[in-house]
Each structure stands twice: as C-alpha cells, then as structure tokens.
C-alpha cells in the first residue's frame, strides 16, 4: 500500500512562490501543510537556472522578500546563486524546511467533491489528501525547445539554457546560441571570451536598455545592516523608479517614446556599424516584448570571434547548421536560449476540479482566473504567479506576495465563516474576464505588433502580465469580497 496523508494546505513548487506561501502559513501558526517540490532543493527558477552570466534583470534589493530584506546583496542586480542561497536562507530561518518533500514532483490533482478535498498524486504514487491546494508552479520552467529539422541527429553537447550542461566543454570550441530573450543576452556575453567562435542566431531582435549594475560597497552594506529603515527607503526608491514605468506599456504613448529613445540611444552608443545596428533595431513596439537590460551583450556581438545571424535556421546537421541563405556554419555545441512553455503550462498541468473537468478545458472556456488566483469549477485552488499576473516593469516578488496575503484571506473567510469549501462564482469571473479585455487593446502587449510568449498561441491576446501597475494589483487584492465566492460546508448541490 502506497502511503496516504491528509493535510490542511498542500502547496506545489519551492520555489520563490511557494516558500513564501510556507512561510506565510507558519507566521500564521497552521501546522498542517506541505510543499511538494520536482527539484532536490528548494529556490524554484534560481536553482533551476545555472547558466553562465545568470543574474536577476530587476535590482535585488526589490527581488526579495518585504518581510526578509538583505542587506548582504553584493551587487545591484544579485547573480543566481546569491538569490538561490537567499531562498535556502529563507526557507531554514522561517523553520518550513521540514514540510517539503523533495523529489516529489505532482502527478495529479482531483477534487473530490464529497469529501471536500483535494486527492493529489505524487511522486511514485503517493497520495495526499489536501483540502487547499495551492499551485506555486509559475510559469517559466518547462524548457521549449524549437523545432528544427534535423535537431536529434546533432553529435556535439546541445542543451536548453534552464538545463545547463556543465560538463560541456565551450572553451576553443565552436558554439551555437539560439535566442535572443533574458537568457540568451546573458549568456553571450559570458561565454564569447572562451569559445573559438560564437555565432549568436537571431529571429528577432530586442528592445535593450542599458544595465546600471555595480557592485555594492561593503560601507554600504553595513550601513543597511545597521538601518533596516535606510535599506527600506531604498526599496522604495527603486519601486517607484521601475513603476512609472507601466504607463508606457499601458498606451502613453511619451513614456512609452522615452523608452524607445532611451533604448535606441544605448544601441547607437554601443554599435557603430550601420548594418549591424540595423540587425539589432526592433521592428515592433518598445516593451511588447519584455525589454531587456545588457549593457555587454552589444559590445559582445562585437568580439572578432563573435558574429550575429539573422538568417532563419533551416537544418541542424550532425556538426552544424545550415540558414535560409544556403550557408553552413561548422559547430561543437549548440545552446538553446529559447525560452519556457509558459502558456501552455497552466493548460496541461494534470488538475481536475469539479466534475472531472481538466484546467486546461476549463481555461479553454474561459481564459480568466479572478486576479490570477481562482478560477470557477475548481473550489479551494489558488494559484500563485497564474494567469495575467506577471510583469514587464517591476518586480514579480510584490506580485507573489500580494497573491500570498490574498490566499491568507481567503483561508481566513472560510475559518471565520466556518466553512470548507470556497468556489469563485462564475459571474466573478466573467466580470474579470471584461475587466481584462477592456484593459489589453491599448496596451503594448496586444497592439505593439509582435509575438511573444505573453500571448495566448490560438488568440494572441495576453495571458501572461497584469496590465496595470503593482499599487492597483495590491490595492485590489488587498480585501476579498465574499460575494465573488460560493462558500459552503460540504458538497454541492446541484
Ligand atoms: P524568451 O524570452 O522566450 O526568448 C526565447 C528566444 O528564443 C526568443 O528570442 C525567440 O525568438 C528565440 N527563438 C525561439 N525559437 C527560435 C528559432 N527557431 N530560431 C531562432 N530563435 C528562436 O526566453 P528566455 O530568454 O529564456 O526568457 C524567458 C523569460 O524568463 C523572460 O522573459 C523573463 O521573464 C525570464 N528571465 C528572467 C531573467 C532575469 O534576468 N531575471 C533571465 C532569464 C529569463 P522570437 O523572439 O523570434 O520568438
């Protein structure tokens, strides 16, 4: 018999999400929950991610927890392992260490609706039986790759940018990226130096701005250690900085030319070479793909040994690949920077509510989930970093954590009210639904004319970021409105 446990909360995922939900619930004193997590540690996306150059594109001291601020972040914009040994710092100092179960990836997820419960499938079979489930999964880590023809029969080390083959040798060796997303401008960079050749392969170019990162004396990092409060004040100044920003994204049109401006004059600061330059100019609107920040990944470009390909790949061969124009580049390895199935996940995630019905069908029905959190059919679910609650401007931690104090409260109404069981109403989620249509058409997302993985593959409507600021977002998930949710006791009726 395989074990069977019952819990209060089970929480999927470790990552930034989930820990913070852990931590959420032990501040509040609940004993019975668990997180589930695929990986052997905890740190989600930062563990995930071990590529060369991989660092946070958003100031650290705002990518971090408001109730756990670090004084200790060694450079503005922290590298990867600084932000993972964070998370590991987090999970010990708030005691939820001992609720994950590691290697235990989900399997599936029923809502039972005469128990009032959740039956979930892990691992290799264990069953938990959970009256909250909460997803932590966010959206970025299952690797897409392209489809290229011949791309199984290539010899060398060929891998995805999240999956880093550290075992493959790159120095003095011919090498391939693909992709010219967050990860890909990263990479390059770190990488041009050692092998013998790099050719960068471009579909489409990025809007850049330039990155003021800077390593933070140890004066200063005293200082915040000192005055928590000059370390707050920090934050703020950087919050509001990066929130202005939303109004260029969101249809002004001056600060969305400020933005073009600002990233055109880095381009024409960095790249003297017309033709080059040209390659590299964004024919679509500036943040309808998310901009970037790189201040090496131009001059990069430049190095003898690197050259940026713009032709379309055509084939992969056993030691190369071949473009549109015929040519064939020789190769020893191949990195794919090209990104996450990140609408996709939510869909073919294995999660039945109510009735049997799948999320991925119920998202077919209804592309909404009230402020990415719950959706209708599927009681006592929440999601954190779902559906329309990313962000282009600022920093997704402040997402995650109004999310968070939302689900709290939400826990709190069916205690206080004594219920078990919570399922948005329809209509709730209709209204939402208008609420997001009437926000996309003006935005930069929908009508700056590219295709980007914020888009929905089948309508190209924009599924993945909140188009508002962060003060909106927390203001209105600051209270639940009860009339939004059916609460009742036990199964229902109907
Ligand atoms: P991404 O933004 O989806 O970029 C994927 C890249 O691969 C795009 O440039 C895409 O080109 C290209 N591509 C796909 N198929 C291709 C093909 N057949 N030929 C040539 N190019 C191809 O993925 P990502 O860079 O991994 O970033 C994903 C998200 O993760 C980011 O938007 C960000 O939210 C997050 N991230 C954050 C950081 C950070 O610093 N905090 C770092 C990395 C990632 P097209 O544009 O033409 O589709």
Redesign the pocket.
């Known amino acids: 018999m395989l074990p069977q446990t019952h819990v209060d909360v089970l929480i999927v995922g470790a990552g930034f999400a989930g820990l913070g939900m852990a931590i959420e619930l032990r501040k509040a004193g609940w004993e019975s929950f668990l997180v589930i997590e695929k990986g052997d540690d905890v740190g989600g996306?930062w563990r995930e991610?071990r590529y060369p150059g991989?660092?946070?594109?958003?100031p650290s001291h705002l990518?971090s927890f408001s109730f756990d601020l670090n004084a200790g972040w060694t450079r503005m914009?922290a590298p990867q392992p600084e932000i993972w040994d964070y998370l590991r710092r987090c999970a010990k100092r708030y005691g939820v260490l001992g609720n994950i179960l590691f290697s235990t990836p989900l399997r599936d997820a029923v809502w039972e609706e005469a128990q009032g419960a959740w039956q979930v499938t892990v691992g290799e079979g264990m069953r938990i039986t959970a009256r909250v489930l909460i997803s932590g999964m966010g959206a970025?880590h299952v690797p897409?790759y392209?489809?290229?023809p011949g791309m199984e029969r290539f010899a060398g080390p060929s891998f995805h940018?999240?999956a880093w083959d550290a075992q493959a040798v790159l120095d003095g060796k011919d090498v391939a990226v693909?992709?010219?997303?967050?990860?890909?401008?990263?990479i390059t960079p770190q990488i041009a130096s050692r092998t013998q050749r790099l050719y960068h392969?471009?579909?489409?170019p990025?809007w850049i701005i330039p990155k003021a990162d800077f390593a933070i004396p140890k004066r200063w990092r005293r200082r915040f250690e000192r005055v928590p409060l000059l370390m707050r004040a920090f934050r703020t100044l950087l919050f509001w900085n990066l929130e202005m920003r939303v109004g260029g994204f969101l249809g002004n049109r001056r600060l969305n030319r400020l933005g073009t401006k600002l990233a055109l004059r880095h381009l024409e600061t960095q790249v003297r070479d017309p033709e080059l330059r040209g390659h590299l100019t964004p024919s679509y609107q500036f943040g309808c793909?998310?901009v970037l920040?790189s201040s090496d990944f131009y001059p990069a470009l430049q190095r003898p040994n690197v050259e940026l390909v713009t032709q379309?790949?055509t084939e992969v061969r056993e030691r190369s690949i071949v473009t549109a124009d015929g040519r064939e580049r020789p190769l020893d390895a191949i990195i794919?920077?090209?990104?996450?199935q990140?609408t996709r996940l939510l869909d073919s995630a294995a999660i039945y509510g109510r009735g049997g019905i799948s999320f991925g069908e119920g998202w077919q029905k209804r592309k909404a989930a009230l402020w990415g959190i719950t959706k209708y059919g599927f009681p006592n679910l929440f999601l954190l970093l779902g559906p329309n609650t990313?962000l282009?401007h600022n920093s997704?931690v402040l997402m995650i954590e109004a999310q968070i104090r939302y689900v709290m409260s939400c826990l709190a109404l069916m205690r206080r009210q004594q219920q078990q069981v919570m399922e948005l109403r329809e209509e709730a989620e209709e209204r939402f639904e208008e609420f997001l249509r009437k926000r996309m058409p003006g935005s930069v997302w929908q009508a700056g004319g590219?295709?980007?993985?914020y888009q929905d593959p089948e309508t190209g409507e924009n599924v993945a970021l909140w188009p508002g600021s962060v003060r909106e977002y927390q203001r209105r998930t600051r209270r639940v409105s009860a009339r939004d949710y059916e609460l009742r006791d036990g199964p229902r009726v109907n």
């Open positions: 996306t991610n991989c660092a946070c594109d958003i990518y914009y970025l897409q392209p489809d290229l940018s999240a693909i992709g010219t997303g967050a990860s890909a401008v990263q392969f471009q579909r489409t990025a793909k998310r920040i379309p790949i794919y920077a090209t990104g996450f990140a990313g282009g997704v590219c295709r980007s993985w």
